[in-house]
Nanobody
Framework: QVQLVESGGGLVQAGGSLRLSCAAS??????WGWFRQAPGKEREFVAA????????SYADSVKSRFTISRDNAKNTVYLQMNRLKPEDTAVYYC????????????????WGQGTQVTVAS
């Protein structure tokens, strides 16, 4: 059974940092992504990483503030979020797939349960 388990969300002041983790069991994946969904908004792409090549992509809104990384031994992906802003408040979802496409929701077959990130102003 494939599972993605996220952790690391919470409440932080604007300008602060959080690190999200996503641990996978059951499969290894070619592509991992982070998405987020704010209240009343659609789920949007945040960042993605290709497992074998380390090819990385970011949404413009988080570029230079967020860093996606991986730990092969732990089959885990991380999202380091720095200089957080109130507009980063959302439920953050980890996603993974055996394919290579990375930017849209339909590119991913497996999803975590989501973790809340709240940035207070």
């Amino acid at each position: 059974q494939v599972q993605l388990v996220e952790s690391g969300g919470g409440l932080v002041q604007a300008g602060g940092s959080l690190r999200l983790s996503c641990a996978a069991s059951g499969l290894t994946f070619r592509t991992w992504g982070w998405f987020r969904q704010a209240p009343g908004k659609e789920r949007e792409f945040v960042a993605a990483i290709r497992w074998s090549t380390d090819s990385i992509s970011y949404a413009d809104s988080v570029k230079s503030r967020f860093t996606i990384s991986r730990d092969n031994a732990k089959n885990t992906v991380y999202l380091q979020m720095n200089r957080l802003k109130p507009e980063d408040t959302a439920v953050y979802y980890c996603a993974a797939d055996e394919g290579s496409s990375r930017f849209t929701i339909t590119d991913y077959k497996y999803w975590g349960q989501g973790t809340q990130v709240t940035v207070a102003s």
